[in-house]
């Protein structure tokens, strides 16, 4: 377990695609990404243009990956990381899912600007147990920030829920067969990793978020990932 702290593929989700508009491309990590202000707050685009955004992911992919691996990415974000694991792999061997409707044109545009075709893109949530009902998502102003959780009384900002598809992980994992997953959902990590069979998985790089869980929440997952045969590679 490796812990860091059209081409448009197949979409399937709550939303058709449509065409983005944007004025201009930033560029991080060698990947263009299409400046999309209605999308992309002018936070977001600070962090992208420094560089900071996803890099320690991007990082430990470039050094991990082989070009036979398969890859399952939950959390896609404006499909940087997914780029950077398709330019390894080939596209049609990595498949991202991705909550916040709002992204998924948004990734597709990423990686016709980098030259990927074939990645297959989810709108959803990703479940360990399959269910019939929708989840809620809450979006925030700085999409990274847009998860699960409610929000609290005291935070600031506009929050919008918006119901997306439940998407049944182990269905997906048995279906894929990824060697490596790819996970950042901004701490629903918790709650969905003991449900999930990661028995295909050589590798999994994981965003753990102890300001949502605390230092029990993260040793909580170290136990789920350990019971699964996998163990913390520090010198990744």
């Known amino acids: 377990v490796i812990i860091p702290a059209i081409s448009t593929g197949i979409v399937t989700g709550a939303i058709a695609m449509t065409e ?17 202000s209605k999308v992309i707050s002018p ?21 991990i990956l082989r070009p036979r691996d398969r890859v399952l990415e939950l959390g896609a974000g404006v499909g940087v990381v997914s780029t950077a694991a398709a330019m390894v792999t080939g596209p049609e061997r990595v498949t991202v899912v991705e909550a916040n409707p709002n992204l998924i044109p948004v990734i597709s545009e990423t990686h016709k600007l980098n030259g990927v ?24 102003e700085d999409f990274w920030a847009s998860s699960l959780e409610a929000p609290h009384d005291s ?16 269905a997906l994992l048995k279906e894929q067969r990824p060697s490596v997953f790819v996970l950042d959902i901004e701490g629903g990590e918790l709650d969905l990793l003991p449900a999930l069979d990661l028995s295909s998985c050589r590798s999994v790089v994981i965003e753990l978020h102890p300001k949502v869980y605390q230092l029990d929440g993260v040793a909580r997952c170290f136990d789920a990932l350990r019971a699964k045969g996998l163990a913390y590679d520090a010198k990744q």
């Open 20 to 36: 983005v508009q944007y004025n201009s491309i930033l560029e991080t990590h060698e990947i263009k990404v299409p400046y999309v």
């Open 43 to 63: 936070r977001m685009e600070q962090v992208i243009q420094k560089g900071r955004y996803e890099a320690s992911e991007i990082k430990l992919l470039r050094k």
């Open 117 to 140: 075709s074939g990645v297959k893109v989810l709108n959803g949530v990703g479940v360990g147990v399959p269910s019939e009902d929708e989840a809620t998502f809450y979006l925030r």
């Open 155 to 170: 935070e600031a900002g506009v929050i919008t829920p918006v119901s997306v598809p439940k998407i049944d992980l182990n």
